[in-house]
């Protein structure tokens, strides 16, 4: 039950905080995958310090967000006493919004880079297929008040966005991804079959294409087309997860952040906010007034929750 409830927790955050491309639609794939036995929701991993900073985690196949916590529990505790702890994780399931982590981690006190990658679904800038992975990034600062948190994939957005808008038979931007052709696309179940663009044109695809590098080589994870296992039901997967966490000072942060939020907007906009501030904004009134859920993923979780079998997903 204590698994359970960690995968759960990190995908209703995900609702809450206004990404559900990481929410409540990946339980039903998460189910799956535990029963074509690609997923084990026993495994916490198994950790193997290779130096004293420097840890590897088989996964064992155990759910993401489960086997990351535990790599994050023994970080947290050897960067008390090092300075600085890395993890290199394999063999490990999706890991959901990369920024719970991240929160969770300064919350506490500490400093900390977290760094996915994915299937290969980005396109490289100025080609049509996709070759690099959304590989996202998320960076958690401690302050007096709320912790900073910054969560970015590298692509314009995730593939999980582009099933979300398909779930809910909603258009995407033209600027978001290329169909099979490679051609631009408003139509996201097109988008399904074709690449996402990076974001910021050549600067997002080579801060994506440096993470693919670093957290493959770092986690001895499978690389660009040979990833599997965060889209389907069937593969293992093989992608990398890269955690930093670094014990250091604290100094006073929430006066500059404040400056920032108070500064005079440009125009078009209503107020200038930091990283995270909307997430929270969101979180507080969907708290209050509920989580909107699309109709197809509501009925798979009804059919979950009935004993059903999971209902076959479209990749």
């Known amino acids: 039950m204590a698994h359970a409830a960690i995968q759960l927790e990190v995908l209703l955050e995900a609702e809450l905080r206004g990404v559900p491309s990481h929410g409540l639609l990946r339980l039903d794939r998460v189910v799956q995958r535990i029963l074509n036995g690609v997923a084990d929701p026993h495994a916490t991993g198994r950790l193997n310090w290779l130096s004293s900073g420097f840890l590897t985690v088989d996964g064992e196949k155990g759910l993401g967000p489960v086997v990351a916590v535990a790599a994050l529990d023994a970080l947290q505790h050897r960067a008390r006493e090092v300075g600085v702890a890395i993890a290199g994780i394999t063999n490990s399931n999706h890991l959901g919004m990369l920024g719970w982590y991240a929160e ?5 006190g500490q400093y900390i880079i977290a760094m996915s990658t994915s299937e290969a679904l980005v396109h490289p800038w100025g080609a049509r297929k996709a070759l690099i992975g959304t590989n996202p990034i998320a960076i958690g600062v401690p302050t007096e008040g709320r912790p900073f948190v910054m969560d970015t994939a590298t692509s314009v957005v995730s593939m999980g966005e582009i099933h979300d808008h398909a779930h809910r038979q909603v258009s995407i931007p033209a600027h978001w991804a290329v169909d099979a052709e490679g051609k631009p696309t408003t139509d996201a179940n097109e988008a399904k079959k074709g690449a996402l663009a990076p974001f910021g044109g050549a600067k997002g695809y080579a801060l994506g294409l440096a993470i693919e590098l670093l957290v493959t080589s770092l986690a001895g994870a499978a690389i660009g087309t040979g990833v599997r296992g965060t889209l389907d039901a069937t593969e293992v997967c093989n992608k990398g997860d890269v955690f930093i966490v670094i014990d250091g000072p604290s100094p006073n942060l929430t006066a500059y952040l404040d400056m920032i939020r108070h ?53």
Do not use: Y
Not at 104 to 108: P, T
């Open 104 to 108: 969770r981690i300064a919350a506490n």
């Open 263 to 315: 500064s005079e907007p440009a125009e078009g906009f209503e107020s200038v906010l930091v990283p995270g501030d909307r997430a929270r904004a969101c979180r507080a009134h969907r708290l209050e007034h509920g989580v909107p859920v699309a109709d197809e993923v509501w009925q798979r979780m009804l059919v979950l929750s009935e004993g059903g079998m999971a209902v076959k997903q479209h990749t």
